[in-house]
């Protein structure tokens, strides 16, 4: 099942802080999001298990509820470069592998 | 450390005709995925191997799509023949997976097809 994320866009000025929503309507092992700008490729931001453990860069946060089976990306003091649209992507408990299952995504413009 | 590679970056075809994609996932990396993203969607999976075996395919459209990994580290997909709703961008990302974690996707730029 395909998660869902909210809202589907989002404009802010430089140095505004915002927060970005994924939820899912099975049980969840893990919670990924990645950042794309436009014609390139998903680059990987941030990685969050189930049990608490996260991985990923120092200046992104996010949250991940597992009985609730949501996760939020917290961005704090944007930045031009944080322009781009934002995807989670979800793992639910399986034995078929580890493949994500991507959310629509959020698309994100800081201006100056 | 090098990135995943891919080729080609574009290709034009007309319907019914065929196309291959070609990646070069992160040395060391044992899974694979393929993933189609159709403009203003996310990615969506067609294929995953671990190694050179399929781990999942349940969304790849059989009758037309076919992927394959041989020794375990480059991968070809194939579309034959393209349907004018075959236009996307096709991802080629890998990862590590070790004792049941789930490990952090790396995506190649993609190919972007256009059937005409």
């Known amino acids: 099942q395909q998660p869902v994320q909210s809202p589907q866009a989002v404009i802010l000025r430089e140095g505004e802080d915002a927060v970005i929503n994924c939820s899912s309507s099975?049980?969840?092992?893990?919670v990924h999001w990645y950042r794309q700008k436009h014609g390139e490729a998903p680059v990987f931001l941030m990685i969050?298990?189930?049990?608490?453990e996260q991985k990923g860069h120092e200046k992104i946060s996010a949250s991940f509820n597992e009985k609730k089976q949501q996760s939020s990306l917290y961005l704090t003091a944007s930045q031009l470069s944080y322009s781009g649209t934002y995807f989670c992507?979800?793992?639910?408990?399986?034995?078929?592998?580890?493949?994500?299952?991507f959310g629509k995504g959020t698309s994100l413009l800081v201006t100056p | 450390e090098a990135g995943v590679a891919q080729s080609p970056r574009y290709k034009i075809i007309e319907k019914r005709q065929s196309v291959a994609f070609w990646c070069n996932p992160i040395s060391g990396h044992a899974t694979l995925y393929w993933y189609q993203q159709i403009l203003g969607q996310g990615p969506k999976l067609l294929i995953q191997f671990q190694n050179n075996g399929v781990v999942d395919d349940s969304q790849l459209p059989k009758d037309r799509f076919s992927a394959e990994r041989l020794k375990g580290v480059d991968s070809t997909l194939k579309i034959q023949p393209a349907k004018l709703e075959d236009s996307a961008v096709y991802l080629c990302a890998s990862s590590w997976i070790s004792q049941g974690k789930s490990y952090e996707q790396y995506f190649g730029p993609g190919t972007r097809l256009t059937v005409t």
């Open positions: 099975k049980a969840l092992y893990s």
């Open positions: 969050l298990l189930k049990g608490g």
């Open positions: 992507g979800t793992h639910a408990n399986s034995n078929s592998g580890y493949a994500l299952n």
